[in-house]
């Protein structure tokens, strides 16, 4: 059951000359799943975003969240939703807590309901001792927290998170990770926009990978990854007999492609797990010592270049 | 209904944890207002506020059939040239009993007390050779400005007509003694008395400056009226300080993100103009307190008061949410801003107070919705009651509503 579905979706920034930010996308999400845009700056993931959040007009297409539609029902699709958005938006001469007050009216909460939910999200952000402290005495891993708990209030049933790691240290960044994985197991739908493919690959579910406003591919990570083929690439060096050695190895179990790349070997196989050992063995009953092993499984980034002959990270 | 509320008290909180915007509110109006009613000597010419002149008149009327006038008293002819109403816009005379009279200027309640002395008509109106003389007493507080000055000149143009009355007199006088009546020879010289000194009268005006020390004289005027214009002025850019939270949380994206609430857009903007209305009525209301604490202004009747603030609050923000909603960004909301509350002020009255009715000054102050509230403003410290300021208070109204709507017309096309 698609909880989002998005059709041929596009936005053109003042026309007719402007940038064509989002040019024709169409993807579904199922209800109860993390699903992930990702793709390099100005890719077009936030005016997405923005169009599902009923922020911005489309300028054609149209999606539905939840069974109504962005362009003609925009109120019923504000009360399901619950927008992280990428840079910070919230007020820093107020308190965490003054802020969470105060978004909670915004999302219609009021009374005990509204106390009750802000103590349970300081609870969820781990911001219960700073809850009096203004935002702007706050790090931006904390900041980052608040912004995302304003979202959660409300207990949306899909929740847009755009970017919501970027410039923050490993440790928030793992806490807000795993919180948002928390967040899918107690059943509530994500879409998360990023541009690091280890996230994506992380945490989605589904991934879309979009590009220049177009979305270029979808699917489950392993899908995508089919894309560049499932074998990993294992490059060995070796002390010597190098030809000796790349004859060998391709007559062993799982390898499939086994040749000379200049000063080292460049093997195909298929589960670098259960192959390695083999090739160590291999090289053991030969006499000839391996000196440095490189495995490159297929991911994202892989997938990225393959589809545009541009590396995602520039 | 209470989403607005959220909104305004919201920017309230923030306005109120401000400092720099809460010295330009309110510590800038009351400085300046500290700082020129003191250079305006605490009363005068900086409004033409009527100068209040008490008159004892204790003249007795004479019947002198010798020297041809009719029975007249020469202190009510005073009484009426200062009662004139050519004079109304400048002088506000009551007549009270010499004692009354000089009370009234003692505790502040007029600039002057002119006394007119028992012997003023049979002075005016003696054809005595030895010239007899007399002095109307100007009784005049000196701490009241040059309220005082004006006083004398007024009197003492109304001496010089009555002088001319009796020299007048004194020629009719001469004539019937050319014609062979009796005591020519006296009158003569009374005549040539008159000749040969110029003119000059036989009634003098005497100053006499009430004791000072005892009871300190009240501040009526001049301190309400500067600080009236300083507050309107300077609500202006309270509320320009609010209406700009439009600009910067558009900017900072806590906007576009309360329009990804369920909270429509009408009632988010609908906060935000709460938010600039309420402000301004708070700076309104602590200006007027603390202007009745530090400088003792009597600002008048109390629903009086409440009508000017309701009124000046809901222009100011109107016109703080039209410029916003007509700018692009914060820097050029405090550019054109300035400038549009600068000519305003100027216009209107701010730094000068209201004109003189009639004048081109005071029709091009009556332009503005700030000069018609300092009208306003003016009249209710001279004690006007709610009848007075019903055009001051409507017509600002019919400002901001204007202002309002388009304020309005312009945030739905942008936020459309
Ligand atoms: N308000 C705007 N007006 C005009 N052009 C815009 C506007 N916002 C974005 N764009 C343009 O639209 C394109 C897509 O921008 P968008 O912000 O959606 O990309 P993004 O994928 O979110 O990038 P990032 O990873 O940097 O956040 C870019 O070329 C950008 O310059
Ligand atoms: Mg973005």
């Known amino acids: ?314 | 209904m209470s989403r607005i509320f959220a909104i305004a008290w919201k920017d309230l909180r923030s306005t109120m944890r401000n400092v720099p915007a809460l010295a330009m509110m309110l510590a800038a109006p009351l400085a300046l207002s500290a700082l020129l009613g003191f250079a305006f000597g605490g009363g005068g010419n900086f409004s033409i506020s009527a100068t209040k002149v008490a008159v004892a008149d204790l003249d007795a009327p004479v019947f002198t059939s010798s020297s041809g006038v009719a029975s007249s008293s020469a202190g009510q002819t005073v009484v009426g040239i200062l009662k004139s109403p050519q004079l109304k816009d400048i002088l506000q005379v009551s007549e009270k009993p010499i004692a009354a009279a000089r009370r009234s200027v003692d505790g502040g309640k007029a600039a002057a007390a002119v006394i007119i002395p028992a012997d003023f008509s049979s002075v005016i109106f003696s054809t005595s050779s030895t010239t007899p003389r007399t002095a109307i007493e100007l009784y005049e507080n000196p701490t009241q400005g040059i309220g005082g000055s004006i006083t004398e000149s007024i009197v003492d143009q109304a001496l010089l007509e009555l002088n001319g009355a009796r020299a007048a007199a004194q020629a009719a006088a001469a004539v019937a003694t050319a014609n062979g009546r009796s005591h020519d020879q006296a009158v003569q010289k009374a005549i040539k008395t008159f000749v040969g000194q110029g003119g000059s009268s036989g009634v003098a005006v005497v100053q006499r400056p009430p004791q000072l020390g005892g009871k300190k004289s009240k501040d009526v005027g001049i301190t309400g009226l500067v600080l009236a214009g300083m507050m309107v002025f300077f609500m202006f850019f309270g509320a320009s300080n609010v209406a700009r939270t439009i600009l910067t949380e558009e900017r900072n994206g806590t906007l576009p993100r309360l329009f990804t609430t369920p909270t429509p857009r009408r009632v988010i903007l609908g906060g935000k103009f709460a938010s600039t209305y309420l402000t301004v009525l708070a700076q309104a209301v602590i200006i007027v307190v603390a202007g009745r604490l530090f400088f003792a202004i009597d600002w008048g009747a109390l629903d009086v008061v409440a009508l000017l603030i309701l009124a000046a609050a809901a222009v100011a923000s109107s016109l703080g949410l039209l410029v916003i909603s007509i700018v692009r960004t914060p820097a050029q909301a405090g550019a054109i801003g300035a400038g549009v509350y600068l000519v305003l002020g100027l216009l209107g009255g701010s730094f000068t107070g209201t004109a003189q009715s009639g004048t081109t000054y005071a029709t091009v102050e009556r332009l503005t919705p700030n000069g018609w509230l300092l009208v306003g403003w003016d009249r209710a410290l001279r004690g006007g009651g709610a009848a007075d300021i019903v055009w001051p208070v409507l017509i600002p109204l019919v400002f901001a509503v204007v202002f309002f709507a388009l304020a309005v017309f312009r945030f739905r096309r942008r936020f459309a």
């Open chain 1, 1 to 314: 059951m698609s909880i989002v579905e998005v059709q041929e979706l596009r936005k053109q920034y003042d026309p007719p000359k402007g940038v064509l930010a989002v040019d024709g996308v169409s993807f579904d999400i199922a209800q109860g799943e993390i699903f992930s845009l990702l793709g390099p700056n100005g890719a077009g993931k936030s005016t997405t975003i923005s169009m599902l959040s009923c922020l911005l007009h489309p300028s054609g297409g149209d999606a539905l969240v939840d069974g109504h539609s962005v362009v003609t029902d925009s109120q019923a699709v504000k009360e399901a939703i619950g927008v992280v958005p990428q840079d910070i938006a919230l007020y820093p001469d107020m308190s965490a807590r003054e802020n969470l007050v105060f978004w909670g009216k915004m999302y219609g909460l009021a009374g005990g309901e509204l106390q009750t939910r802000v103590d349970e999200v300081l609870e969820l952000i781990t911001l219960v001792d700073r809850q009096k402290d203004r935002l702007e005495k706050f790090s931006g891993g904390m900041k980052r927290r608040v912004n995302i708990g304003v979202a959660l209030l409300h207990k949306p049933r899909v929740l847009y998170l755009d970017e919501p790691t970027v410039g923050i240290d490993p440790q928030s960044r793992r806490s807000i990770l795993d919180g948002i994985l928390a967040l899918r197991d107690q059943g509530m739908t994500i879409l998360y926009t990023t541009h690091y493919m280890a996230e994506a690959q992380e945490l989605s579910d589904r991934i879309g990978i979009v590009d220049h406003g177009a979305m270029i591919a979808v699917g489950t990570n392993d899908e995508l990854v089919k894309i560049v083929g499932e074998e990993a690439h294992v490059d060995l060096r070796v002390d010597h007999y190098l030809d000796g050695m790349v004859e060998r190895w391709a007559q062993v179990l799982g390898v499939t492609k086994a040749m000379i790349d200049e000063d080292h070997a460049v093997l195909l196989v298929q589960d670098a797990n259960e192959v390695l050992p083999r090739l160590f063995e291999a090289a053991a009953a030969a006499g000839s010592r391996i000196t440095e092993v490189n495995v490159t499984e297929p991911n994202l980034e892989m997938v990225f270049l393959h589809l545009t002959g541009r590396a995602l990270r520039e």
